[in-house]
């Protein structure tokens, strides 16, 4: 019995010991089998990935295209740019990383808040920039401590740099990060996520931006497995973005903004047989370098807070009654109806329509005029009477072919406004209403329902002089303006008749007579913000708040015998335009043919304005000390009871 269960329990043991063996060998061959599986059909997969590990694929942004102008000096550039990234996946610590940075770069909260956003909503192996146009020390400490931050990386690259700052800023645009709406619409693209790069935001870089833009490079570089780069592998360098010429002139662009000094207000300049756009000013404006770094939430404020509206482009998005610079349309438009340049009217200084009267500027009336005094003494009487004979129809047709009422699609610029020349069609769609003689008369000096920008009355200049129809242009090409349909007769005639306004003995811009040997013509005009007194707009203009103050305008082009240039003017609130927009156009235009001289007079006004600006300084801080150090009013006794 006993030798019986002896040897079963050794049979068993026997059994246990082959069934083990059996399985550790089955296990065996499967572990063997697999290891050669991997080892010869899947090598190239886990080679790969073991790559991916040790090698990583940076991206390189491109590099934006230059802009230029028409003689080759830069406009819009590339200067080299120290800035840090992190990665947030090789991070351990982000909040002591953070707080180690901005003590190193005194960052302020608003950029750790971003920083934070960005790493808790972006993808984690991608950079976020932690800081950018740090100083050579800054970017030199970092370096030092480099060891000591995991998933931090400071960069060289380059960032985009405006030479002459806020007087393109309106022109140019600027650049910064997609937006969320930017990235989706390119597929995902993981360039869009990078921090250096950046797309047009406004003007040029936003309609130009795809040539601009350039291709993105890469570089590959061995890391260690905290993701420190150990060694750079190869890289495909970028290609930069096309070199953009424009028709704009930098010195004559950055004289122009300087010119305009403390106003608020436009300049625009022409080339009258092609179209150029020479200048294109609005002031004040914004510094494009500010906005392509990152505005701050104080600066951006202040901009829009600022009454003179920095943010708008006044030269294209700004709309203002045109006034008197209008009346050059009427005549043209009188002409053409067959009333002779000779035949007068009589101006008492109002014309009655009905029981309204309709005044003219000068109270006591031009007495008799005829086309050429109208304009150069810019009489009101003698267009309310060409207005009412001839019809608004007949109005608002030469001021279409003149270039009013239009956006300019070859311009490149973004958010073009093309004004209003008012109809009886327009009016009946609009208010539903008959259109009213009255509205004739107003709209034929310019006022009423019509609405036109600087740009487009500097292209009604340009067409007078040249009698082309002038399209604007800011990139060169294209086609040879035609011949406007207009009689050269016509245009020959209201051309003397603006020379006169500038040079003639009574022209309304006497005083802005060019400072050297050739002529230019021109056309005031003021534009009514509401309803003034003549004896408010005199002696006692400066009294009145400045955003009611009438609109200065002025139109003109030089040499008045063959056309050239062709300028336009607009100072906001500044007061009629032979006192505020006529010495600008004339400085501006003296610039084209002698800068010297133009030059020695801009000088001379910015030490006046400087001087001005002292003054008021001083006058706000001795106020505000003399209310500092006034003592409080005692208290009044009690009364007795």
Not at 75 to 89: F, G, K, S
Not at 147 to 153: H, L, R
Not at 616 to 634: L, N
Request: net charge positive; aromatic share 8%.
């Amino acid at each position: 019995m006993k030798l019986t269960s002896e040897a079963a329990r050794e049979q068993m043991f026997t059994r246990r010991t082959l069934f083990v063996g059996a399985a550790t060998g089955g296990l065996g061959l499967l572990l063997a089998g697999r290891m050669a599986y991997l080892s010869i059909f899947e090598q190239e997969k886990y080679k790969l990935l073991a790559e991916d590990n040790r090698v990583s694929v940076r991206l390189i942004p491109p590099r934006r295209g230059w802009i230029v102008d028409r003689n080759g000096k830069p406009l819009a550039v590339n200067q080299p740019d120290y800035r840090l990234e992190m990665i947030p996946e090789q991070i351990a610590d982000l909040e002591q990383t953070l707080a180690d940075l901005t003590r190193l770069l005194r960052l302020p909260p608003e950029e750790v808040a971003r920083i934070r956003d960005a790493a808790a909503t972006q993808p984690k192996y991608l950079p976020i920039q932690v800081a950018a146009g740090i100083s050579w020390n800054d970017f030199a400490a970092i370096n030092v401590r480099l060891p000591d931050y995991d998933g931090v990386q400071p960069v060289r690259g380059f960032t985009r740099y405006y030479p002459d700052g806020d007087s393109v800023g309106h022109l140019l645009g600027y650049v910064g990060a997609p937006t969320r709406e930017q990235y989706l619409a390119a597929d995902r693209d993981p360039l869009y996520l990078h921090p250096a790069f950046k797309l047009g935001k406004d003007g040029i870089e936003k309609v130009l931006d795809v040539p601009l833009r350039g291709k993105a490079g890469a570089r590959r570089v061995e890391v260690n497995a905290r993701g420190r780069v150990i060694r750079e592998l190869s890289t495909v360098n970028d290609t930069p973005g096309q070199t953009v010429k424009l028709t704009i002139d930098r010195d004559l662009q950055s004289f122009a903004a300087r010119r305009l000094g403390p106003e608020s207000g436009s300049v625009v300049v022409l080339d009258v047989w092609t179209g150029d756009v020479l200048t294109l000013v609005s002031m004040p404006a914004f510094d494009p370098n500010t906005f392509s770094d990152g505005i701050s939430h104080k600066e951006w404020n202040a901009l829009m807070s600022d009454d003179h509206n920095p943010l708008i482009n006044k030269t294209v998005q700004g709309l203002y009654p045109p006034g008197s610079t209008f009346k050059p349309v009427t005549a043209l438009a009188a002409l053409e109806y067959g009333i002779s340049p000779d035949a007068t009217v009589h101006c008492p200084g109002a014309y009655y329509l009905g029981s309204h009267r309709f005044a003219c500027w000068r109270r006591g009336g031009h007495g008799t005029v005829n086309l050429d005094k109208s304009i150069f003494q810019s009489c009101n009487v003698y267009y309310y009477t060409r207005g009412r004979e001839i019809g608004i129809e007949r109005i608002a047709s030469m001021a279409k072919r003149l270039g009013l009422g239009h956006d300019y699609e070859g311009l490149s610029l973004p958010a073009q406004r093309e004004g209003l020349v008012p109809t009886p069609e327009w009016k009946r769609r609009r208010y539903d209403k008959e259109w009213l003689t009255g509205e004739t008369l107003n709209t034929a000096i310019g006022q009423g329902y019509m609405l036109t920008s600087p740009l487009q009355l500097a292209v009604m200049s340009a067409r007078i002089a040249s009698g082309r129809s002038v399209v604007p242009r800011l990139v060169s090409g294209g086609s040879t303006p035609g011949t406007i349909d207009i009689d050269p007769e016509h245009l020959a005639r209201v051309r003397y008749a603006m020379g006169l306004t500038v040079n003639g003995p009574q022209g309304t811009a006497g005083r802005s007579r060019l400072p050297i040997p050739i002529q230019m013509a021109g056309k005031t005009g003021t534009a009514q913000v509401r309803a003034l007194t003549s004896a408010t707009r005199g002696a006692n203009f400066k009294s009145i708040p400045w955003k009611y103050r009438d609109h200065g305008h002025f139109i003109a082009f030089a040499p008045v015998e063959e056309p050239r240039y062709a300028v336009s003017v607009v100072v906001e609130h500044g007061g009629g335009g032979s006192i505020a927009a006529a010495p600008i156009a004339k400085d501006v235009m003296t610039f084209l043919f002698a800068p010297e001289i133009a030059m020695a007079a801009l000088e001379r006004l910015e030490e006046g304005w400087g001087r001005e600006a002292a003054q008021r300084a001083a006058v706000a801080a001795a106020a505000a000390a003399a209310q500092a150090a006034t003592p409080p009013s005692p208290t009044e006794p009690i009364p007795d009871a």
